[in-house]
């Protein structure tokens, strides 16, 4: 057992309710919980600024997963006659601290890798961090935030010298006069964030869509740009060529604020309107009218997101979009900016404290002598213990079973047979594992291949802080015990290390201490908590990092006066466009992108799971152009196959013009043979080693599918 102290949960009644926060996306609604595990009440909560009381219908039902009927509630082992048998908490540790450390005797240290998720805490994200460097001595730690946010998130560190995926308020978007949203479908992904729009349209603003696809948001946008899947650098240096043509950028902002912008101006030369309109497939007219909004806008933001993120140049996209906003001079002041709208619920948090490979707790490099020491020294160990960078996401699952690659793996909060690209193979990569463990809280399709199995405590059962898409650090309650033979993340990782010997590292009475030396750790970093308490989170509605003291009131707005880089300037990227991994040609002739929907979240472990969703979307679909049904012979409702190069599976055809005749969309939510994962790339960002989910060459077909009664 660790030393973590299960505290007395606040037993909610009808008479008060408890304010904290919903466990699905980056919005992190305010929520009010009061009754009890058996008949909870969930309701927004109107004081909380970002929603004020709005949930979408996933917020809304987001109870039904603490009683559900399928809950691990013991830890599993697979016996000898293959089946998952329940098991004691003691008896599952033990096993797995022997297996880990026998793999380790036999392949080394980094035969045993942890993969880690954006939903959770940043305590978790940092003590699952701290338990794959000091208890695993391992280099192989990463997480599904890398399948999300990564793109973005490197490239506002080139430009900007640091990472928070809005760096203002989601208040300002309210007064800006127009925002250029890239590859985002809010509307079905984080509908309270609407609002925003909504308002910022009623004040006179207008909005701009970049997405191949029409959908809810587009509804609301002045003007959609339904550009060619993967030609978004395109499109970007198309604009910047107008903007400096027509003498609507910012000199004295450009001279006085940013660096390198020769290499820029030269290369947007070479994307004349012709050009960009005979690969974007955007009209040259349409085009040169949104540079002339954006360069005549008083204030302007862009926002971009997955649709131009998860791409094999997923970063040269991201670039390409930061340098318009450096060259109308809109980062940095009122109203303005460049901003990316994070998916996962910690994704901000989650990729902030150390669970990803190259990084240690505040946003460190882990190759940076300085912050190896620092951290080396919060954690109580020679800083030369501290593994370098190991490989990213996919690289690592890619690994796994084969010589040289991980023999182990503990998934935390992850469902990786769902949500990799590539999923067949990664599937079958986990088979030739010798120990797979996972922690959840039910039995996710990747659980169900495990050895062992821990129950994971959820959302309401367990306190922790959350970092939304604004940077505003943010505490989630504790309202519910856990149920019986549940316990929470904190626990498992604690009394695992505490049975491979490391327990001295991992004493802590409660997750404020965890807390406590997450702030140690992260100050002087880029995120620098050392400033956040519980305290000042709770009597202000969440705190904005950096905030490097106590009476420090958190940095809202970033960027005002300088730049964290080295010459204090922001960095200009030179983008060219290349080609994505895999164009339509004759056998695979259309585009296959894929995203979310309304009623289902990620992987869907908990959403598919809750009666109400499930009514609304119990299935995938596969989203066609009339024109695109009628070449292939397809009619509505009708079962088609889509098969690209990693393999098939069916679907119900969806007709509706609101795509582009050359691409075809699923959403990705769900496992097995509804999974449409299995079909899609591995190709992965040079840098940021993002794979490329948003578009692949496939092929699509009638099939005669006998449907039984
Ligand atoms: Fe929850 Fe996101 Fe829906 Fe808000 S928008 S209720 S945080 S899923």
């Given at each position: 057992?660790?030393?973590?102290?299960?505290?007395?949960?606040?037993?909610?009644?009808?008479?008060?309710?408890?304010?904290?926060?919903?466990?699905?996306?980056?919005?992190?609604?305010?929520?009010?919980?009061?009754?009890?595990?058996?008949?909870?009440?969930?309701?927004?909560?109107?004081?909380?600024?970002?929603?004020?009381?709005?949930?979408?219908?996933?917020?809304?039902?987001?109870?039904?997963?603490?009683?559900?009927?399928?809950?691990?509630?013991?830890?599993?082992?697979?016996?000898?006659?293959?089946?998952?048998?329940?098991?004691?908490?003691?008896?599952?540790?033990?096993?797995?601290?022997?297996?880990?450390?026998?793999?380790?005797?036999?392949?080394?240290?980094?035969?045993?890798?942890?993969?880690?998720?954006?939903?959770?805490?940043?305590?978790?994200?940092?003590?699952?961090?701290?338990?794959?460097?000091?208890?695993?001595?391992?280099?192989?730690?990463?997480?599904?935030?890398?399948?999300?946010?990564?793109?973005?998130?490197?490239a506002?560190?080139?430009?900007?010298?640091?990472?928070?995926?809005?760096?203002?308020?989601?208040?300002?978007?309210?007064?800006?006069?127009m925002?250029l949203l890239v590859g985002?479908?809010?509307?079905?992904?984080?509908?309270?964030?609407?609002?925003?729009?909504?308002?910022?349209?009623?004040?006179?603003?207008?909005?701009i869509l970049v997405d191949p696809?029409?959908?809810?948001?587009?509804?609301?946008?002045?003007l959609h740009l339904k550009l060619t899947p993967g030609t978004d650098a395109v499109l970007a240096n198309g604009i910047l060529h107008i903007l400096i043509r027509d003498g609507l950028i910012n000199?004295?902002?450009?001279?006085?604020?940013?660096?390198?912008f020769?290499r820029v101006k030269a290369v947007a030369a070479t994307y004349w309107p012709e050009r960009v309109e005979r690969i974007t497939g955007i009209p040259e007219a349409l085009i040169v009218r949104v540079a002339h909004m954006l360069g005549r806008a008083?204030?302007a933001?862009i926002l971009t997101?997955?649709g131009t993120?998860?791409q094999?140049q997923g970063v040269n996209n991201v670039l390409a979009y930061i340098n318009i906003a450096l060259a109308l001079?809109l980062?940095?002041?009122?109203?303005?900016?460049y901003?990316?709208?994070?998916?996962?619920?910690?994704?901000?948090?989650?990729?902030?404290?150390?669970?990803?490979?190259?990084?240690?707790?505040?946003?460190?490099?882990?190759?940076?002598?300085?912050?190896?020491?620092?951290?080396?020294?919060?954690?109580?160990?020679?800083?030369?213990?501290?593994?370098?960078?190991?490989?990213?996401?996919?690289?690592?699952?890619?690994?796994?079973?084969?010589?040289?690659?991980?023999?182990?793996?503990?998934?935390?909060?992850?469902?990786?047979?769902?949500?990799?690209?590539?999923?067949?193979?990664?599937?079958?990569?986990?088979?030739?594992?010798?120990?797979?463990?996972?922690?959840?809280?039910?039995?996710?399709?990747?659980?169900?291949?495990?050895?062992?199995?821990?129950?994971?405590?959820?959302?309401?059962?367990?306190?922790?802080?959350?970092?939304?898409?604004?940077?505003?650090?943010?505490?989630?309650?504790?309202?519910?015990?856990?149920?019986?033979?549940?316990?929470?993340?904190?626990?498992?990782?604690?009394?695992?290390?505490?049975?491979?010997?490391?327990?001295?590292?991992?004493?802590?009475?409660?997750?404020?201490?965890?807390?406590?030396?997450?702030?140690?750790?992260?100050?002087?970093?880029?995120?620098?908590?050392?400033?956040?308490?519980?305290?000042?989170?709770?009597?202000?509605?969440?705190?904005?990092?950096?905030?490097?003291?106590?009476?420090?009131?958190?940095?809202?707005?970033?960027?005002?006066?300088?730049?964290?880089?080295?010459?204090?300037?922001?960095?200009f990227h030179a983008v060219q466009h290349r080609q994505p991994?895999?164009?339509?040609?004759?056998?695979?002739?259309?585009?296959?992108?894929?995203?979310?929907?309304?009623?289902?979240?990620?992987?869907?472990?908990?959403?598919?799971?809750?009666?109400?969703?499930?009514?609304?979307?119990?299935?995938?679909?596969?989203?066609?152009?009339?024109?695109?049904?009628?070449?292939?012979?397809?009619?509505?409702?009708?079962?088609?196959?889509?098969?690209?190069?990693?393999?098939?599976?069916?679907?119900?055809?969806?007709?509706?013009?609101?795509?582009r005749?050359?691409?075809?969309?699923?959403?990705?939510?769900?496992?097995?043979?509804?999974?449409?994962?299995?079909?899609?790339?591995?190709?992965?960002?040079?840098?940021?080693?993002?794979?490329?989910?948003?578009?692949?060459?496939?092929?699509?077909?009638?099939?005669?599918?006998?449907?039984?009664?």
């Amino acid at each position: 057992m660790s030393d973590i102290v299960v505290t007395p949960s606040v037993q909610i009644d009808s008479a008060e309710s408890t304010a904290t926060h919903c466990p699905y996306c980056a919005l992190q609604c305010g929520i009010q919980l009061s009754g009890s595990r058996e008949q909870i009440k969930l309701v927004g909560n109107k004081h909380f600024p970002v929603n004020k009381g709005s949930l979408c219908i996933k917020g809304w039902n987001a109870s039904a997963t603490l009683t559900h009927s399928e809950r691990l509630l013991s830890p599993l082992i697979r016996s000898s006659n293959g089946e998952l048998e329940p098991a004691s908490w003691d008896d599952a540790l033990a096993f797995v601290a022997q297996r880990f450390h026998v793999i380790q005797q036999q392949h080394g240290k980094d035969a045993v890798g942890m993969f880690g998720g954006g939903s959770l805490t940043n305590e978790k994200a940092y003590l699952l961090g701290k338990f794959a460097r000091v208890a695993l001595e391992t280099s192989n730690v990463d997480y599904n935030g890398r399948f999300c946010m990564s793109s973005a998130a490197t490239a506002s560190q080139m430009a900007f010298g640091l990472d928070r995926g809005l760096p203002f308020p989601i208040e300002d978007i309210a007064y800006t006069d127009m925002v250029l949203l890239v590859g985002s479908n809010i509307a079905e992904t984080m509908p309270p964030l609407l609002h925003y729009f909504g308002e910022q349209h009623r004040n006179g603003g207008q909005l701009i869509l970049v997405d191949p696809r029409a959908s809810l948001t587009s509804n609301q946008a002045t003007l959609h740009l339904k550009l060619t899947p993967g030609t978004d650098a395109v499109l970007a240096n198309g604009i910047l060529h107008i903007l400096i043509r027509d003498g609507l950028i910012n000199h004295q902002y450009i001279d006085q604020r940013t660096e390198d912008f020769s290499r820029v101006k030269a290369v947007a030369a070479t994307y004349w309107p012709e050009r960009v309109e005979r690969i974007t497939g955007i009209p040259e007219a349409l085009i040169v009218r949104v540079a002339h909004m954006l360069g005549r806008a008083r204030s302007a933001m862009i926002l971009t997101a997955r649709g131009t993120e998860q791409q094999s140049q997923g970063v040269n996209n991201v670039l390409a979009y930061i340098n318009i906003a450096l060259a109308l001079g809109l980062v940095g002041r009122p109203l303005s900016g460049y901003g990316c709208i994070t998916g996962q619920g910690n994704g901000q948090g989650g990729r902030e404290h150390g669970q990803k490979a190259d990084q240690l707790p505040g946003y460190r490099k882990i190759t940076d002598p300085g912050a190896r020491q620092h951290i080396a020294n919060v954690w109580g160990i020679p800083e030369q213990a501290i593994p370098l960078a190991g490989k990213s996401a996919y690289e690592m699952l890619d690994t796994a079973g084969k010589d040289g690659g991980i023999r182990a793996l503990m998934v935390m909060g992850s469902n990786v047979v769902v949500s990799s690209p590539n999923a067949s193979h990664i599937q079958e990569r986990l088979k030739a594992l010798d120990l797979l463990v996972v922690a959840d809280f039910f039995l996710s399709e990747t659980a169900q291949m495990a050895d062992v199995v821990f129950p994971s405590a959820q959302w309401a059962e367990e306190e922790g802080t959350m970092t939304n898409l604004e940077g505003r650090v943010l505490k989630r309650e504790r309202v519910l015990e856990p149920p019986l033979g549940v316990r929470t993340d904190y626990d498992l990782l604690c009394s695992l290390a505490a049975c491979m010997g490391k327990g001295q590292f991992f004493t802590y009475a409660d997750t404020q201490q965890i807390f406590d030396e997450l702030r140690r750790a992260s100050a002087g970093g880029i995120a620098d908590y050392s400033g956040i308490t519980y305290e000042k989170i709770e009597a202000n509605q969440g705190v904005f990092w950096p905030c490097v003291a106590e009476d420090h009131a958190g940095t809202p707005r970033l960027f005002l006066d300088r730049f964290p880089t080295p010459s204090g300037r922001a960095r200009f990227h030179a983008v060219q466009h290349r080609q994505p991994f895999e164009a339509p040609d004759t056998a695979y002739p259309l585009y296959l992108t894929t995203g979310r929907i309304l009623a289902q979240y990620q992987s869907g472990t908990q959403t598919r799971r809750v009666p109400r969703l499930n009514e609304v979307a119990s299935e995938p679909f596969v989203e066609l152009h009339p024109s695109t049904a009628h070449r292939f012979m397809i009619a509505p409702g009708e079962s088609v196959r889509l098969t690209t190069r990693r393999g098939s599976a069916v679907f119900t055809a969806k007709v509706t013009p609101s795509i582009r005749e050359d691409t075809i969309f699923v959403p990705f939510h769900w496992g097995g043979e509804q999974s449409i994962n299995r079909l899609t790339s591995p190709a992965l960002d040079p840098i940021s080693r993002m794979p490329e989910f948003k578009l692949c060459a496939v092929r699509i077909e009638r099939c005669e599918v006998t449907m039984e009664a």
